[in-house]
């Protein structure tokens, strides 16, 4: 009963919040006609900041796969007002870890055993707390090093009624305005995040990966620790090194930043267009610098297989955009599926600049208001669902060109995958 009271509050929370957004815009709008330019342009960013900062309380609030959502849409910069990917950004950092008495319940009810049984040591702090699950770090009783993901016990039961609800709101807001229709963004959200409840898919898709790329020297994907895998605990090897945005140790580790930039890019690269898996949930967390510039990708829940007429398009919008051919993108935008207001070959590169460009640091906040600008004044108005996760991974290659400093931008150093695929 307490739990069907839980539920239904939970429920009512999100549909109250989606109202408060949804009128609150109205009125904006409503307002907006009747100021000049400047002024009107200042209300909806004032409105954009109010009602971001309410998406973020409610995800770390609610959690699950709000926080997941939110992590997700703050990566997009194609689809979302600046205001939104700046504050939905700060749900990377933002999940508490459950206490050890629940990690040490579901690892012994999964695998029917005592902990001191499975393993020589357990640390009862965690390495990291995501949206659906955190990683503790253990040692086997054979003296590997390894990494223990246990999946939060409540988590299966929310994301089914979190998915349910933000279909509904999404629906019924897609067909209220339909400027601003997002189902396909949600459709691929919903397909896509209850694959990561399964652990035992997870270390297939591991498995899979680390195969793919082995014979690239400048990338590492964990093994998977056989018998030490069930639907929700996945044991990998423990891999040592610096995050992404540890700066001091990631330099100390990888100094040739532009080479660094160029490893990152060229495992998604070969992920994307020759081998048509990747992962596709790329925030910095799941990168790990590793010394002489090598880099280990960690975290393969979210892994996406792209069809192979997907794949050749994509390497088409590469090659397209690497080479500044107008033509050639809307060739490519055609075969996909995407579809932007103006097709123009000098908006669309304008369009492109803004998606595939990395992004400066220290942009200022003029610099940041011409480039929101130029994206309402040419939109992507449609993309198919294959491509939403792609454009996680954009977003991430964005990021770190631009904070490592790379020459070249993602597309550039893309290209060499783009023809590899394009050459079959």
């Known amino acids: 009963m307490f739990e069907t009271v839980r539920r ?13 957004i949804y009128f609150g815009y109205k009125r904006t709008q409503r307002r907006a006609r009747k100021l000049p330019p400047d002024a009107a342009a200042a209300a909806w960013e004032a409105r954009h900041e109010e009602f971001a900062e309410t998406l973020y309380r409610l995800a770390t609030d609610l959690r699950g796969l709000y926080i997941k959502s939110g992590q997700f849409i703050g990566t997009r910069t194609d689809l979302l007002p600046e205001a939104y990917t700046r504050s939905l950004s700060r749900l990377q950092d933002a999940v508490p870890p459950h206490p050890f008495g629940v990690v040490r319940a579901t690892i012994e009810d999964q695998f029917g055993a005592a902990l001191e049984d499975l393993f020589a040591r357990f640390d009862e ?41 933000m279909r509904t709101l999404v629906g019924i807001v897609a067909r209220l305005e339909r400027n601003f229709d997002f189902r396909t963004v949600v459709n691929e959200i919903a397909s896509q995040v209850p694959l990561e409840l399964d652990f035992e898919r997870e270390a297939e898709m591991t498995r899979r990966v680390r195969q793919n790329l082995a014979h690239l020297p400048g990338v590492v994907v964990p ?99 690497a080479n500044r051919d107008g033509e050639t993108i809307i060739a490519a935008f055609r075969e996909l599926g995407v ?86």
């Not at 390495?127 to 390894?146: K, N, W």
């Not at 990168?287 to 994509?314: N, Q, Y």
Request: contains cysteine; hydrophobic residues 45%; positive net charge.
């Open 8 to 20: 239904l509050r939970r429920s009512a929370r999100v549909g109250r919040t989606a109202a408060r």
């Open 125 to 165: 702090e965690p390495l990291a707390s995501a949206s659906l699950a955190q990683v503790h770090r253990a040692q086997l009783p054979d003296g590997r090093e390894v990494v223990v993901k246990v999946q939060y016990p409540e988590v299966a039961g929310l994301v089914r009624l979190d998915v349910r609800n």
């Open 223 to 321: 093994a998977v620790v056989d018998g030490y895998v069930r639907p929700k605990v996945l044991v990998t090897e423990y891999v040592d090194g610096a995050r992404l945005l540890d700066a001091a140790r990631r330099d100390a580790h990888a100094p040739d930043r532009a080479a660094l930039a160029q490893a990152i890019t060229s495992a998604y690269g070969h992920q994307i267009m020759v081998d048509g898996l990747f992962q596709a949930d790329p925030h910095p967390g799941n990168i790990l610098v590793l010394p002489g510039g090598r880099v280990a990708l960690l975290d393969f829940g979210l892994t996406k297989e792209l069809p192979e007429a997907a794949r050749r398009g994509f390497a088409r919008l590469v090659l397209g955009t």
């Open 339 to 424: 579809r932007v207001r103006n097709e123009d070959p000098e908006a669309i590169l304008a369009t492109l600049a803004i998606l595939f460009e990395p992004r400066p640091i220290d942009a200022g906040p003029r610099e940041l208001r011409e480039r929101n600008r130029a994206m309402r004044a040419n939109p992507v108005e449609q993309i198919p669902g294959d491509l939403v996760l792609l454009g996680r991974v954009i977003g991430l290659l964005r990021g770190v060109c631009a904070s490592l400093g790379a020459p070249l931008s993602p597309m550039q150093m893309l290209r060499p995958y783009a023809e590899q695929a394009l050459s079959r």
